[in-house]
């Protein structure tokens, strides 16, 4: 019997065969890729079922639907998202989800760091900038980018029940992690140019409708909400402090990655 996967990796796809393979084989040893097909016309599934990958297809177009069906379909305690363009490297979750797997955080999130001219157009980049900004005033953290690189453990995740099914998932699980109190931690990493042409920020019209899908999700919490909880699998924080964990210096080099295909 194949024995359980240390880690799932949840890879939304959408036409996207000509990065799969570079991506799939960097996918740790021992962890299990979970490519969840968007409705590829490409041959995605077809070549990451036969380089070994587990296959979802869900037929509801959306990167959030993408991301939340990878999540439904993940086994492993341990559950990390990556894109797969072949922007961002996946060996990197290794240490990224180290503070995780230690109990000392409860979501790491990878800020990207361009390696390229390029390789995170402008638009792009103004409209993470303008996000973060957001989510620093609604939440709290002292957070810098929404990376699609990320970490946390399945039950947790679940127990935020993420309703978003379109580019505002990555946001709505920091903005929910954030009301429950959970620590987040950012730390960087490298953002290559990515294969073919992204879904969503590829453009200046995909870019501003990401941020008015997302807008609504920065919205002040409700008067009278309940108090924070630490996420089920997590040990209670180490201090009373901030509740985001100290930022991890990297010494890598970037990272582009965007929150929707």
Request: hydrophobic letters at 40%.
């Amino acid at each position: 019997m194949t024995p359980p996967a240390v880690a799932d990796v949840v890879l939304p796809c959408l036409d996207e065969a000509a990065a799969l393979p570079g991506v799939l084989a960097r996918i740790p040893p021992g962890w299990r890729a979970v490519v969840v097909d968007n409705g590829s016309t490409d041959g995605s599934a077809r070549i990451a079922a036969g380089l070994g990958a587990h296959v979802v297809h869900e037929p509801r177009r959306g990167f959030g639907a993408a991301c939340h069906a990878g999540l439904l379909a993940a086994t492993a305690d341990l559950v990390c998202f990556c894109d797969c363009d072949g922007s961002l490297d996946p060996a990197l979750l290794l240490s990224l989800a180290a503070p995780v797997l230690a109990g000392d955080a409860d979501l790491v999130l990878g800020r990207r760091r361009p390696t390229a001219r390029g390789a995170w157009p402008l638009h792009a980049r103004l409209a993470n900038l303008e996000l973060a900004r957001r989510i620093r005033r609604r939440t709290g953290l002292p957070l810098h980018d929404l990376g699609p690189l990320r970490a946390a453990r399945r039950t947790a995740l679940l127990s935020l029940a993420l309703a978003d099914r379109r580019s505002g998932y990555p946001l709505e699980m920091v903005v929910r992690a954030a009301d429950a109190g959970w620590r987040v931690q950012e730390t960087d990493v490298p953002y290559a140019p990515r294969e073919g042409r992204s879904k969503v920020t590829g453009t200046w019209r995909g870019t501003w409708q990401a941020v008015r899908d997302m807008s609504p999700l920065l919205a002040p919490r409700p008067a009278g909400a309940e108090p924070p909880v630490v996420p089920p699998e997590s040990p209670p924080p180490a201090s009373t402090g901030s509740r985001t964990a100290p930022r991890q210096g990297a010494s890598l080099a970037g990272t582009r990655g965007e929150g929707a295909r």
